[in-house]
T-cell receptor, first 110, second 116 residues
Framework: NAGVTQTPKFQVLKTGQSMTLQCAQD?????MYWYRQDPGMGLRLIYY???????DKGEVPNGYNVSRLNKREFSLRLESAAPSQTSVYFC?????????FGPGTRLTVL | DQQVKQNSPSLSVQEGRISILNCDYT??????FLWYKKYPAEGPTFLIS?????DKNEDGRFTVFLNKSAKHLSLHIVPSQPGDSAVYFC???????????????FGQGTILTVHP
């Protein structure tokens, strides 16, 4: 039982490049989330998916897109990366209110 | 507009003493509160939670207190151990639509250091 897995663990991009962060959970949770963590800012919600087939914007959605591929997988895409998107990205899943987090992806945009 | 605030960026305590981490919130719709613990290079892990119908919840060395009138919650760790050194986030949820959907708003985090 792996819980929530994220790939890649680290990534360096140049400004303007695109990439997709992958997330998968094996707990049969309905809801999945993408957060970013920046120093002094806590975790801020980018996008979430309450159930398979639905996605909604969170607090900081600009510059990102998401896809809920199936119940297990929820991906986050940066179409044209900017230095302001340098951050640590966490995926989480939940059945109720308690969320379970993946280990994170550390992204640097030069 | 920071709806959940942890005003102490860091806290340092001696092993065996009590650690008290504080959290304030502004949204009166929040009715469920959680504490998460985060070690470096790992994702946050759930620690303890409390519903707004309670004012205290205890789990081993960890106790969370909720003061709804003051919109304040605190996490007490007794006794503190060096392995408790981590970043602690409080989070709050406002349930609506008849479902416990679980969208969370997080505070900025407090770095706890427990010295041997």
């Amino acid at each position: 039982n792996a819980g929530v897995t994220q790939t890649p663990k680290f990534q360096v991009l140049k400004t303007g490049q695109s990439m997709t962060l992958q997330c998968a959970q094996d707990m049969n949770h309905n809801s999945m989330y993408w957060y970013r963590q920046d120093p002094g800012m806590g975790l801020r919600l980018i996008y979430y998916s309450a159930s398979e087939g639905t996605t909604d914007k969170g607090e900081v959605p600009n510059g990102y897109n998401v896809s809920r591929l199936n119940k297990r997988e929820f991906s986050l895409r940066l179409e044209s990366a900017a230095p302001s998107q340098t951050s640590v990205y966490f995926c989480a899943s939940s059945w109720g209110t308690e969320q379970f987090f993946g280990p994170g992806t550390r992204l640097t945009v030069l | 507009d920071q709806q959940v605030k942890q005003n102490s960026p860091s806290l340092s305590v001696q092993e065996g003493r009590i650690s008290i981490l504080n959290c304030d919130y502004t949204n009166s719709m929040f009715d469920y509160f959680l504490w998460y613990k985060k070690y470096p290079a790992e994702g946050p892990t759930f620690l303890i939670s409390i519903s707004s119908i309670k004012d205290k919840n205890e789990d081993g060395r960890f106790t969370v207190f909720l003061n709804k009138s003051a919109k304040h919650l605190s996490l007490h760790i007794v006794p503190s151990q060096p392995g408790d050194s981590a970043v602690y986030f409080c989070a709050a949820s406002a349930r609506w639509g008849g479902t416990s959907y679980g969208k969370l708003t997080f505070g900025q985090g407090t770095i706890l250091t427990v010295h041997p």
